[in-house]
C-alpha cells in the first residue's frame, strides 16, 4: 500500500484539472462530484477542481502546490456528498483558520486566505 504523501500525489495528479469558467452562470461547476475554486467572485475566472481518487477516504490538496494558494480562490462549489474544507495551512491542519464547503453548498466570497483543501 503506497504511502500518504504517495496517494496525495497521485490522487492531485489524476484529479486536477484547469479549465476556463463555465459560460453560463446558472450552472457553474457543471462537474458531477468534485470541489471547484474559482479565482473571481460569484464563480468566475478561471476554475480549478479537485476530487479524490479514492473517494471514500479523500485526500488533502496543497493549493499552493498548484498556483492556487495565497488568497487566489474567491469562491467555491462544492459537488460532492460529503463536505469538504478549505485550510489556511498548506497541509489540512487546524493549525490555522479553516472553512467547511458542505454539500452542494455555493460560496462567495470564501472567508478565508485557502492554502490546500480536504477534498473527496
Given at each position: 500500500?503506497p504511502?500518504?504523501?504517495v496517494?496525495?500525489a497521485?490522487?492531485?495528479a489524476a484529479?486536477?484539472?484547469?479549465?476556463?469558467a463555465p459560460a453560463n452562470?446558472?450552472?457553474?461547476?457543471?462537474?458531477p462530484?468534485?470541489?471547484?475554486?474559482?479565482?473571481?467572485?460569484?464563480?468566475t475566472?478561471?476554475?480549478?477542481?479537485?476530487s479524490?481518487?479514492?473517494?471514500?477516504?479523500?485526500v488533502?490538496?496543497?493549493?499552493?502546490?498548484?498556483?492556487w494558494g495565497?488568497?487566489?480562490?474567491?469562491?467555491a462549489?462544492?459537488?460532492?456528498t460529503k463536505?469538504?474544507?478549505?485550510?489556511?495551512?498548506?497541509n489540512?491542519?487546524?493549525?490555522?483558520p479553516?472553512?467547511?464547503?458542505?454539500?452542494?453548498?455555493?460560496v462567495?466570497?470564501?472567508g478565508?486566505?485557502?492554502?490546500?483543501?480536504?477534498?473527496y
Open positions: 500500500m504511502g500518504k504523501w496517494r496525495t497521485l490522487a492531485v484529479a486536477t484539472v484547469l479549465l476556463p452562470a446558472a450552472t457553474p461547476c457543471p462537474f462530484g468534485p470541489l471547484c475554486l474559482y479565482d473571481g467572485p460569484s464563480f475566472g478561471t476554475v480549478f477542481t479537485a479524490a481518487l479514492n473517494p471514500a477516504t479523500g488533502c490538496v496543497d493549493l499552493t502546490a498548484h498556483g495565497g488568497g487566489r480562490v474567491k469562491s462549489i462544492n459537488r460532492n463536505t469538504a474544507v478549505l485550510y489556511n495551512s498548506t489540512c491542519t487546524l493549525s490555522g479553516f472553512q467547511y464547503i458542505f454539500p452542494n453548498q455555493l462567495s466570497p470564501v478565508l486566505t485557502a492554502n490546500s483543501a480536504y477534498v
